[in-house]
């Protein structure tokens, strides 16, 4: 029912920069939570980055300082600016989503909450390749 679409990826010389763009569809309200993941050949998925619905971010020690969580002015459209690329940042990027709420109610309730450890929708994901 619901579905999230990732954009952006491409391949860019190290030092450079990309800006990855997320979607969800289908769904009234705010996700609680979305954040940005990576996965590369041979290696365990890595959280990049996390924000609530009220704008707390989180980021991985990896990309702190070079990459850039926001939200855009739909409601469930993410961004993710990454600059000074480097080679190790080669991967497959996902963004996802904890929960959607079901009632303005509950998106009153839970706006302020945590981003949870379990994140329940994916998207396709989108290759970014940083060369020397």
């Known amino acids: 029912q619901v579905q999230l679409v990732e954009s952006g990826g491409d391949s860019v010389q190290a030092g450079g920069s990309l800006r990855l763009a997320c979607a969800a569809s289908?769904?009234?309200?705010?996700?609680?939570?979305m954040g940005w993941f990576r996965q590369s050949p041979g290696k365990e998925r890595e959280r990049l980055a996390t924000i609530t619905v009220n704008g707390t971010r989180t980021y991985a020690e990896s990309v702190q300082g070079r990459f850039t969580i926001s939200k855009g002015a739909a409601k469930n459209t993410r961004y993710l600016q990454m600059n000074l690329l480097k080679p190790e940042d080669t991967a497959m990027y996902y963004c996802?989503?904890?929960?959607?709420?079901?009632?303005?109610?509950?998106?009153?309730?839970?706006?302020?909450?945590?981003?949870?450890?379990?994140?329940?929708?994916w998207g396709q994901g989108t290759q970014v390749t940083v060369s020397l």
């Open positions: 996802a989503a904890d929960s959607f709420p079901s009632n303005f109610a509950e998106s009153i309730w839970f706006a302020g909450r945590p981003c949870r450890e379990t994140f329940l929708y």
């Open positions: 289908e769904h009234p309200y705010s996700a609680l939570c």
